[in-house]
């Protein structure tokens, strides 16, 4: 079975302030990793993925995410923080043994980011 | 390109009633997804579909049913709406391979009084 944690229900960052949001992982294999945003009222929308390769990935929006094997983490990062990057952000695995991808993806209960100007 | 659009946009319920949630998707994807929002409790898969024709169950299934007659279309039905189904619903999908990354719809939240 996979499962994420998202341990901080809430991170709070001043304007301008390097950002961090944590995720931790379990699965039987090896990992597909997503982020997720979800502003007010709308859809997640897709940050960025880790499948294989290098370990830091850069998405959308200026965000990164580290990806650690040793450490099962996959802590999204951010180098200066901008009040419109306040929103409910999620992370998701897939274990790639479990093929095709087909049962889905399994999500963090999300964390609140909330930049303060 | 609409991408995944999801019907109703809200919609409340007398406890009992039945309704569908109509979600729609225009990338030709393989896979779709029904899940469920919940305060606290991140996103829970309730039904998905691999193709046309197919369905299977999520982490919480119960109270729900679902079809997908057309590949771009995936119905998601409730006979007999309680309480505990008040929820934001959220619909998704992807193409085939554990690597690509799921749309999702922008919700749907229902209320079941």
């Known amino acids: 079975a996979q499962s994420v944690a998202q341990p901080e229900d809430q991170v709070n960052v001043a304007e301008g302030n390097p950002l961090t949001v944590k995720c931790t992982y379990s699965?039987?294999?090896?990992?597909?990793l997503f982020w997720y945003v979800q502003y007010p009222n709308r859809g997640l929308q897709f940050l960025l993925k880790?499948?294989?390769?290098?370990?830091l990935v850069k998405g959308s929006y200026g965000f990164e995410a580290e990806f650690n094997k040793s450490q099962t983490s996959f802590h999204l990062k951010k180098p200066s923080a901008l009040v419109s990057d306040s929103a409910l952000y999620f992370c998701?695995?897939?274990?790639?043994?479990?093929?095709?991808?087909?049962?889905?993806?399994?999500f963090g209960k999300g964390t609140h980011l909330i930049i303060q100007p | 390109n609409a991408g995944v659009t999801q019907t109703p946009k809200f919609r409340v319920l007398k406890t009992g009633q039945s309704m569908t949630l109509l979600c729609a998707q225009d990338?030709?994807?393989?896979?779709m997804y029904w899940y469920r929002q919940d305060p606290g409790m991140g996103l829970r898969l309730i039904h998905y579909?691999?193709?046309?024709?197919?369905?299977a169950k999520g982490e919480v299934p119960d109270g729900y049913n679902v079809s997908r007659l057309k590949k771009q279309n995936f119905l998601l039905g409730l006979e007999s709406a309680a309480p505990s189904q008040t929820s934001v619903y959220f619909c998704?999908?992807?193409?085939?391979?554990?690597?690509?990354?799921?749309?999702f719809g922008q919700g749907t939240r229902l209320t079941v009084v």
């Open positions: 998704a999908s992807t193409g085939w391979g554990g690597d690509t990354e799921a749309f």
């Open positions: 699965v039987s294999g090896n990992p597909y």
């Open positions: 880790y499948i294989t390769g290098d370990n």
């Open positions: 998701a695995v897939r274990d790639w043994l479990s093929g095709g991808g087909a049962d889905g993806l399994t």
């Open positions: 990338m030709n994807h393989e896979y």
């Open positions: 579909s691999v193709g046309e024709g197919t369905t």
